[in-house]
């Protein structure tokens, strides 16, 4: 079955640098749109980021170059790398996957999602 994990999360300070990970199996990973997403407590899950098959990338207006998504294909994994963070951006991240771009919007595997806190 499909497999996400996530990992790199953790506790930085404002302007802070972190980069996480998502390793995924059971699934055609090269082929499948790649998303990061994230939840604050009370708040609903939005996607952040996300990548295609092909590399195009998308981000969300308030992570816009500050975050950088990519994908290596021979390693199955997708990053978010994040820099200058900001006391806003605490939340859980997750990954997901989905056959396209389009797919995102509503995927069907999610990772277990890792907690990124941001100190002023």
């Known amino acids: 079955q499909v497999q996400l994990v996530e990992s790199g999360g953790g506790l930085v300070q404002a302007g802070g640098s972190l980069r996480l990970s998502c390793a995924a199996s059971?699934?055609?990973?090269?082929?499948?749109?790649m998303g990061w997403y994230r939840q604050a407590p009370e708040k609903q899950r939005g996607l952040v980021a996300s990548v295609t098959s092909g590399g195009s990338t998308n981000y969300a207006g308030s992570v816009k170059g500050r975050f950088t998504i990519s994908r290596d294909n021979a390693k199955n994994t997708v990053y978010l790398q994040m820099n200058s963070l900001k006391p806003e951006d605490t939340a859980v991240y997750y990954c997901?996957?989905?056959?396209?771009?389009?797919?995102?919007?509503?995927?069907?595997?999610w990772g277990q999602g890792t907690q990124v806190t941001v100190s002023s």
């Open positions: 059971g699934t055609s990973f090269r082929l499948n749109a």
């Open positions: 997901a996957t989905a056959p396209t771009l389009s797919d995102l919007v509503k995927p069907r595997y």
